[in-house]
């Protein structure tokens, strides 16, 4: 058996101290250490663990006797144990839980050994040592001797005894001899204790001196006690203290409490109140009624019951009929759950009704639906309303630059308009070039901007005629037709004649200017420089717009692809596509109830019927999204065609400056 560790966890003065004796090829622990660092106390808690601890014991100065506590965990050939030993009739405990164990947990691992051979082998002192010796020395027989002998390896035991029994006559004898050093030594205490008495304090000195030291501890335990009493009345004070303004707050609750109990009149109620205790009154009165109507409709269900003569048949579908009573709560919530689409469908009805009135569409509901648009066209003709709205805006705003353009124009014209032989300046010449530069930017601005106005409105009147002949315009739609024919037309005709305007003034201001020119003087160094610096910057200029040019082609070929690659992969189902499906379908189920056919013949061409007007239903109903994804593509088509002719344009007018 051997000691993993040993732990000291209430005894003498230690205090939850673990002492870990690991395992080693040489598995010897040696315990080394000053006076009163505490080896006998660990000798004698591995004796107590051991074997139990007594009744009494010395080692409670620290912690009371009832709390002493020691643990350990032991491993030996019957296994490993941790168990721990405290006082109480289980003194043993396991150290996991602290489970009591049975008093002979530890007789496995002890073997046969007891706890006199344990301290007589493995737990002796100096006096453990010295008792021993004496025991074997006196033994009177020769056997003791022998045995002593034969442990401490002496051959001449007996002689040696005679040698020392004759050296202790000489030391000492029953009578009183002089010769012998005990009698000497005892008149030396004689004397010596006569001089003691002289020297020692009398009995009635000591006993006063003692009375006072027993009077001066009555009194301190007195203080003792009255401090332990002062204590404990300082923390009842303190917890008061602590608790006193919540239990004052509590007692005020309590004593409003009590006072709204007591005088319920003068509590205030809600404005309220008595509205709501008149509705709580009448759904009382409902809930009682209804409670009267199930009490008598149970109890008639009972008479009913009684009166029942049940049916093997019926008891057999006992299962289906409970299945099909469970399943009664969620059909008749789906049916009011149908009435209320069915109202909510009447007034969708209602207002569809309405707003066909408003744009002159049929107001039956079967001409309405023939003729009703699909929602990717409904959808495209909405993008096209936006796309009128903005290039309205354009035009107008193309219009103000083009109004502004030739009122600078004219300002120019009878700028240069007298004729003079004088040389025009150089910066009046550059100030010309540019205006007439700028005029020419905003021309091709605005034959951009009137293009693409008249592009939208061929799409929108497209969109209207794809409505049907049977869908008429409405005075509303026949009016944007008309704004953006007339918008269109008066763009185009107005772009015209402002282009052949341009090319006659241009023409005229050239010729001028060539005049002009030829009777300037040539310009100096620094003008040349400043000519060259702007050169540079101009032609720093050119190089962007045509690096963007490029870059906005590219986005504008790209967006044309996917716009392709879109359009090429999507079909388009109509709702004649999806009315002749179901037209097919509707004949075959009315052949099939009306038994002109049998069902073996009509019920693959039924199934598959359902499943073709499903299937072009709902990819109707997913086609409004992939018509409205389109019609994105074909926005950013547009857009990004714009924005490259305008990057073109840009790049244009960079390389003329």
Known sequence: MRFDHLELIRFGKFTDQRLDLPAAPQD???????NEAGKSTLRRAVAELLFGMPLRSDMDFLHPLAELRLGAQITSEAGTLAVQRARGRKPLRRAADDTPLPDDALRPHLGAATELLY?????LDLNGLIEGGRSILDAADDVGQLLFQSAAGLGGLGTLRDALAAEADALYAPRKSGSRAFYAALDLHDGARQSLRAATVNTRAWSAAAAEVTRLEAELAQAGTHW???SAQRVTLERVRRVAPRLAQWQAAVDARAALQAAPELRTLPADAAHRLDEAER?????????TLHERAVAEGRVRLEGLNPEAAVLAQATAIETLAGQLPTALRQQRELERCADELQSLLQALQSGAQALGWPGDEARLRAVLPAAAQLKALEQLQRQAATLRQSRHTAQMVLQRTQQQCERLDEAVRPATTQSLPAADLAAALQDAQSLRSGVLRRRQQSAALAQAGLRLQAAWVALGPAAPVGPHGAAVMAEIGAASETGLTGDTRD???TCNTTEARDAAALDRLAALTPPSDEHLNALKAERAERLAARHSAERE????AERARRAALALAQSSAGSAVITATDVRAARGQRDGLWAGLRDGARPLAEVAVPLEQAIGRADELAD???AQATEAAQLQSLRDAAAREQAQAESAHARHTAAQQA
């Open 619 to 621: 990819r109707q109903q």
């Open 499 to 501: 282009i052949r305007d």
């Open 549 to 552: 040019a490029d870059e906005a």
């Open 119 to 123: 301290r007589r082998m493995f737990c």
């Open 228 to 230: 332990q009493q002062l």
């Open 28 to 34: 010897f622990h040696l315990v080394v250490g000053p």
């Open 283 to 291: 759904a009382l009165a409902h809930q009682r009624a209804a409670h």
